[in-house]
């Protein structure tokens, strides 16, 4: 709490915020939307972790209406936020009903920033999905790794393999996180490769 009303006076005294939202599903499948709120003072630029909220629903008039309750609650005016990043969804980006249209309409000068962060991963994925040995690459691994978790005899042929000391799982492959991808290889390749190759696998 102290720390939130730190971050509020630094942000009261700048004048002028922008604000990045993100959602992820966690452990329970509740559907997370984390606040970052960035603005500029005498030390430079600032990024902080504002908040965390549980969604019910995903329109983006509903994330106004969540960021708007935020912020207000926590003494500060929405009209003062000048930014916003996020991912290229529809419910973010629509021209209509997206969240930043939203948020227009609550703050006119405000200017939206597609996240770089998003717009590389899109770019990896199409990557990696363009060229067929890579995509046929990481096909193999995600079936890899859905074959030996189906069946707890399979599993005990992969710790075999790669030794009961090493705590190395199988990953399967997300479609929207380039980090899955980079994963799946290493719980592979990184550190059993060889040993890999001595053994002849039995499948059941």
Not at 8 to 18: D, H, I, L, P, R
Request: contains cysteine.
């Amino acid at each position: 709490m102290l720390m939130k009303k730190s971050i509020v006076m630094e942000v009261q005294a700048a004048g002028m915020f922008s604000i990045q939202i993100d959602t992820t599903q966690d452990i329970s499948v509740q559907d997370q939307c984390s606040i970052i709120i960035r603005y500029v003072n005498m030390i430079g630029v600032n990024e902080k972790l504002f908040a965390v909220v549980t969604m019910q629903d995903s329109k983006g008039k509903s994330f106004h209406t969540m960021l708007e309750d935020i912020l207000t609650k926590n003494g500060l005016d929405i009209k003062n936020c000048i930014g916003n990043a996020t991912d290229g969804a529809a419910n973010m980006q629509g021209k209509y009903n997206g969240f930043s249209a939203w948020l227009s309409k609550s703050s006119p000068n405000q200017v939206h920033v597609w996240c770089y962060s998003h717009i590389l991963n899109l770019v990896l994925i199409d990557a990696t999905s363009i060229t067929l040995p890579t995509a046929s690459l990481f096909v193999l691994l995600n079936d890899i790794a859905v074959y030996f978790k189906e069946l707890y005899k399979r599993m005990n042929v992969w710790k075999s393999i790669i030794g009961e000391n090493d705590k190395r799982r199988l990953a399967t492959i997300g479609n929207t996180r380039w980090w899955s991808k980079e994963k799946a290889l290493d719980r592979i390749f990184g550190g059993c490769f060889v040993h890999c190759s001595n053994y002849s696998i039995k499948y059941y």
